[in-house]
């Protein structure tokens, strides 16, 4: 799939409009086979075979035409705000374009924004933090990067703040941004977490693994960084067991992972690539000298004899946060060590 976005119209003034619409946002349009020989795009026979077909091949849809016939085409399509792509309806004319399905977290809104912009029509965003002009907890987590650990709380989270409920927040490196919004007597900011009350609605911004509780919201912020060191050859199989298991019992959320690091002679290494594109996380590589140069808890004989520097996983971790700190020293096994630095 080359374009970004899939672009459907059922008439030939939809299919005007559509073809505007798929120049100015890199989308691929859908029109009856009726029309398709008249415009650039893709025939179909019926639409909701084909809008089936297509929901979760594209992150973005616009269709050009009445809302009930795409509210009835996604009968039985729908899972969850997280997965769904988003889908913005727009009338013909161009006058009204709906943000009708992931609104924030599927960029429904900005979507429904741009084309308003092309067709000189109006956004139609019905979400109620954005009606309210007040942030969206869960839009500014995406924008900051932020995983979200349990997506149920952000019901709680933003009809606390449409309510006007004091919310307490304990992010200490103010990852999301917060300290600049103005939200008025709505939020309580914690320096310290022994300082965090759980009977009361908040969001927890963390790297560590928490269980949480259904009015609290947990975000982890892309922060820790893993130093990894391999024999040859070692299996991606063996390297992610090694990592899912010590962020396991170190209780380290795996969801901040920010990426993997190791020396530039593994660059390589099959097993190392495959974990990281397993993790969905970049693979960072360090020259040995600059890793040589990294003062580390844990030096060793065996590395320095075989690749020519005193650490691996700790010094590239260290790197990989940019000269954060230690938080997790070397562990090991018979084939993989590795260590985890906190981004400062």
């Known amino acids: 799939m080359s374009k970004i976005v899939a672009i459907y119209a059922l008439t030939r003034r939809g299919a005007e409009l559509g073809t505007i619409l798929a120049s100015q946002l890199d989308g691929q349009l859908y029109l009856p086979e009726r029309l398709s020989k008249d415009f ?23 269709f050009i035409g009445a809302t009930g016939i795409v509210v009835r085409a ?14 913005v309806v727009v009338d013909q004319s161009g006058k009204y374009a709906i943000s009708l399905l992931s609104g924030h977290l599927g960029g429904g809104n900005e979507l429904a924004q741009k084309v308003a912009r092309i067709t000189g029509g109006e956004a139609v965003i019905t979400t109620a933090t954005d009606v309210e002009n007040l942030p969206s907890i869960d839009l500014l987590a995406l924008q900051r990067g932020l995983s979200i650990g349990n997506l149920g709380a952000i019901k709680y989270i933003n009809s606390a703040i449409l309510e006007g409920e004091t919310i307490q927040v304990f992010d200490p490196q103010n990852w999301m941004g917060l300290r600049e919004q ?13 300082e965090w009350n759980p009977d009361m609605t908040g969001i927890l911004v963390t790297w560590m693994k928490k269980q949480p509780l259904s009015k609290q919201l947990i975000l982890h912020p892309p922060s820790l960084v893993a130093g990894l060191g391999c024999n040859k050859g070692t299996s991606a199989q063996e390297i992610l067991g090694f990592i899912k298991e010590v962020f396991e019992r170190e209780q380290l959320a795996l969801e901040s992972l920010l990426c993997l690091a190791t020396i530039e002679l593994k660059r390589e290494e099959p097993g190392l690539i495959e974990a990281a594109r397993a993790l969905n996380v970049p693979l960072r590589f360090f020259k040995a000298e600059k890793l040589e140069s990294v003062s580390v808890p844990n030096p060793s004989h065996k590395p320095k004899d075989h690749v020519g520097v005193k650490s691996v996983c700790e010094a590239a971790a260290i790197l990989g946060a940019k000269g954060g700190s230690l938080i997790l020293p070397k562990r090991k096994t018979k084939n993989v060590t590795l260590a985890v630095a906190l981004v400062s």
């Open 40 to 62: 650039e795009s893709i025939g179909f026979s019926a639409f909701v075979p084909l809008f089936t077909a297509k929901f979760k091949e594209y992150s973005s849809h616009v």
């Open 74 to 87: 996604l009968s039985g399509l729908l899972q969850s705000k997280d997965r769904d792509p988003c889908l």
């Open 182 to 194: 103005d939200l008025g007597t709505r939020l309580r900011r914690i320096d310290a977490e022994k």
